[in-house]
T-cell receptor, first 115, second 114 residues
Framework: AQSVTQLGSHVSVSEGALVLLRCNYS??????LFWYVQYPNQGLQLLLK??????LVKGINGFEAEFKKSETSFHLTKPSAHMRDAAEYFC?????????????FGKGTKLSVKP | DVKVTQSSRYLVKRTGEKVFLECVQD?????MFWYRQDPGLGLRLIYF???????EKGDIPEGYSVSREKKERFSLILESASTNQTSMYLC?????????????FGPGTRLTVL
């Protein structure tokens, strides 16, 4: 079975500091991996996705993530945090098999950015 | 741009009422999904559909049903709402049945059952 673990339900950084949000997955087959962002009172928006091409994936708003098979990780980073990055971030993996490729989500990490 | 719309942003209902949550997508997507989102639990899949009149149970289907009479519309039904169904409900759609397709989300409906 596939699953996703996000380490840290809350992360706080100062404006201009590095953002690192951690995601580990378990999968018996090569996965497709996603990061979504949810701003307050809104739906989820795709930040980036890994689909077995380049291991370093660049997304919107300056975010990127690196797929590391040996560590079963797909951590999200941004070199310099902005106040507008304050949101909740979800890592997700595709579940294979007869379920049409359903997403399995992590529990989310809420990012706070201090001035 | 893909657009997924949900009929209400906020909804307040009473215990025992029948509740309909509507979702419409405008990009001819095959797949549609209903999730509920609760603090600390992330998103959990209630039902999904990969074709008109087709539906499959997700992880937490109890207390819910769905309807997909037209390709662009996917409805979530709470036959008899209960307080433990107070939650944020998110609809999503994706293009086709293959793995790796991006799911596009609506803005969500925050349902409160009193």
């Amino acid at each position: 079975a596939q699953s996703v673990t996000q380490l840290g339900s809350h992360v706080s950084v100062s404006e201009g500091a590095l953002v690192l949000l951690r995601c580990n997955y378990s999968s018996s087959v090569p996965p497709y991996l996603f990061w979504y962002v949810q701003y307050p009172n809104q739906g989820l928006q795709l930040l980036l996705k890994y689909t077995s091409a380049a291991t370093l994936v660049k997304g919107i708003n300056g975010f990127e993530a690196e797929f590391k098979k040996s560590e079963t990780s797909f951590h999200l980073t941004k070199p310099s945090a902005h106040m507008r990055d304050a949101a909740e971030y979800f890592c997700a993996v595709i579940l294979y098999g007869g379920s049409q490729g359903n997403l399995i989500f992590g529990k989310g990490t809420k990012l706070s950015v201090k001035p | 741009d893909v657009k997924v719309t949900q009929s209400s942003r906020y909804l307040v209902k009473r215990t025992g009422e029948k509740v309909f949550l509507e979702c419409v997508q405008d990009m001819d997507h095959e797949n549609m999904f209903w999730y509920r989102q609760d603090p600390g639990l992330g998103l959990r899949l209630i039902y999904f559909s990969y074709d008109v009149k087709m539906k499959e149970k997700g992880d937490i289907p109890e207390g819910y049903s769905v309807s997909r009479e037209k390709k662009e519309r996917f409805s979530l039904i709470l036959e008899s709402a209960s307080t433990n169904q107070t939650s944020m409900y998110l609809c999503a759609s994706s293009l086709r049945r293959g793995a790796g397709d991006t799911q596009y989300f609506g803005p969500g409906t925050r349902l409160t059952v009193l």
